[in-house]
Each structure stands twice: as C-alpha cells, then as structure tokens.
Nanobody
Framework: QVQLVESGGGLVQPGGSLRLSCAASGSISAIYVMSWSRQAPGKQRELVATITSGGSTNYADSVKGRFSISRDNAKNTGYLQMSSLKPEDTAVYYC??????????????WGQGTQVTVSS
C-alpha cells in the first residue's frame, strides 16, 4: 500500500511564499516522475510542475519563475516552493507520482490535496 501525503498549505497574502511537501510511504521500490497539480473551484485540474527522478523539471507558463519543484529521493519526498503568490494561485494542490512497488509494477498515486489560499 502506497500513500502520498501533502502538507504545507494555508492562507498567505499576495506576494507571499509557501512550501508544499509530498511524502510518499509504503512498499516503494522506486519513484519516477513526481508532479504537482491544482484545482480551483469551478475549474479543471491544472498541471503545475513536474520533476523526473533525474531532476529534470517542467512548469506551467502561469507559474514559471515563481514556483520551484524539487525532490529528496532519500526521503521519498517532493516539494513545491511557491513565491510571489497571486490570488489566482488559490486552489487545492495535489501531489501525483509514478511509483514502482515490490509486487504491482508501476502505478500512479495521488495525495489527498492541500488547500492554498492567497488573499489579503
């Protein structure tokens, strides 16, 4: 059984910063791509950033230069550093990862989400 648990969300003023964490636990053999997505009320889920096991990153145009994705492979944990936050960044942020387990091959897993609210 694999679990992804996000943390670090909250209320922040415009221009502020937050760091989200995504901790993976369970019978993990390897974690491949890790991603962060977000979903605002009434909108479709949007892919925000991805990082490969080798550290290559990709970002949505809306967050380039403001968000930074990283990972600590030894801790099975991913991070999303968010800076210069705007009200339009308000959403539930989800972590997603492609994970190989000991018995079931590679599957995609999602966390439960963490709320980020940017407001004065």
């Amino acid at each position: 059984q694999v679990q992804l648990v996000e943390s670090g969300g909250g209320l922040v003023q415009p221009g502020g910063s937050l760091r989200l964490s995504c901790a993976a636990s369970g019978s993990i053999s390897a974690i491949y791509v890790m991603s962060w997505s977000r979903q605002a009320p009434g909108k479709q889920r949007e892919l925000v950033a991805t990082i490969t096991s080798g550290g290559s990153t990709n970002y949505a145009d809306s967050v380039k230069g403001r968000f930074s994705i990283s990972r600590d492979n030894a801790k099975n944990t991913g991070y999303l550093q968010m800076s210069s936050l705007k009200p339009e960044d308000t959403a539930v942020y989800y972590c997603n990862a492609a994970i190989r387990t000991g018995v079931s091959g590679v599957s995609g897993y999602w966390g439960q989400g963490t709320q980020v609210t940017v407001s004065s």
